[in-house]
């Protein structure tokens, strides 16, 4: 399944004994969905790539600002008004010309999401937005899709892996409940330090690298906070709500 150049390519992963041949197999044929390709989106885009997941489909519908470049690595000045989907996924092809990178420059919503996502294998949330968040959880456990769900915020950052249409596990909505106009607060209100953008994008790659391929403990059901003003990492257990609307049935 793997060519020549792509053996050597890969070839610092598949020596680990952890991951080998077999790892890099199941990457090749995996489909990563990322929602956003903001501040986590990028830099875990950049990493998949490289890592050489088979197919990534990039959704986000925003356009490329000059405040994005703080955080996001994948665009320059001369980006600014190109659509991120776009930008992206050209970045992507061009770090590994092996992966097919598809650009969707639309905003998933409830109406879209089951479509855009039935296909993938993994989902990576990393928007800014409960709406957004709720409408890809909804799909993730009504396709049963595992749902890996990052965020940003000042100092902060947050990661979990939800599998929520499993009996034993929960989904994101056992977290924070299902009202999509629950407020938040945005890095344009709250400001966020870029460097952490890139640690939490880079961890949702790794995290994804881990459930596509089998090795270590996965993330499934636990959540990953850092608080990086005082360099503090811990990880919380999330349990299933029994009376979650989206998969408590």
């Known amino acids: 399944m793997l060519s020549d150049a792509e053996l050597d390519r890969y070839a610092r ?7 080998g041949g077999a790892g890099q197999a199941k990457l090749k ?9 903001g501040g986590i989106g990028c830099p875990a885009i950049a990493y998949l790539a490289a890592a050489g997941v088979g197919r990534l489909t990039i959704v986000d519908d925003d356009r490329v600002e000059l405040s994005n470049l703080q955080r996001q690595p994948l665009f320059t000045d001369a980006d600014i008004g190109r659509p ?3 930008v992206a996924a050209d970045a992507a ?5 092996h992966v097919e990178a ?4 639309a905003r998933l919503d409830a109406d879209n999401a089951e479509a855009l996502l039935a296909s993938a294998t993994l989902i990576i949330d990393g928007c800014d937005n409960f709406a ?5 959880n909804r799909a993730a456990v009504a396709l049963e899709i595992p749902l ?3 965020a940003i915020g000042s100092f902060e950052g947050q990661i979990a892996l939800y599998e929520g249409w499993r009996s034993d596990s ?3 909505a056992c977290l924070v409940g299902d009202d999509p106009d629950r407020p938040g607060i945005n890095c344009a209100e709250a400001g966020v330090m870029g460097a952490l953008a890139g640690m939490v994008g880079t961890m949702a790659a790794l995290e994804a690298v881990r459930a596509l391929t089998g090795w270590g403990e996965p993330l499934t059901g636990r959540l990953a906070i850092l608080d990086m003003l005082d360099r503090r990492w811990r990880e919380v257990g999330v349990a299933k709500e029994p009376t979650c609307p989206i998969c408590s049935a």
């Open 93 to 97: 092809r061009r770090i590994n010309p």
């Open 102 to 105: 598809v650009a969707v420059e």
């Open 84 to 86: 991120k989907a776009i």
């Open 29 to 37: 044929a995996a489909h990563v969905a990322l929602i956003g390709a």
């Open 170 to 172: 929960p989904c994101y």
């Open 13 to 19: 992963q598949i020596i680990l004994p952890q991951f």
């Open 148 to 150: 890996l769900s990052a």
């Open 132 to 136: 957004t968040r709720l409408a890809a």
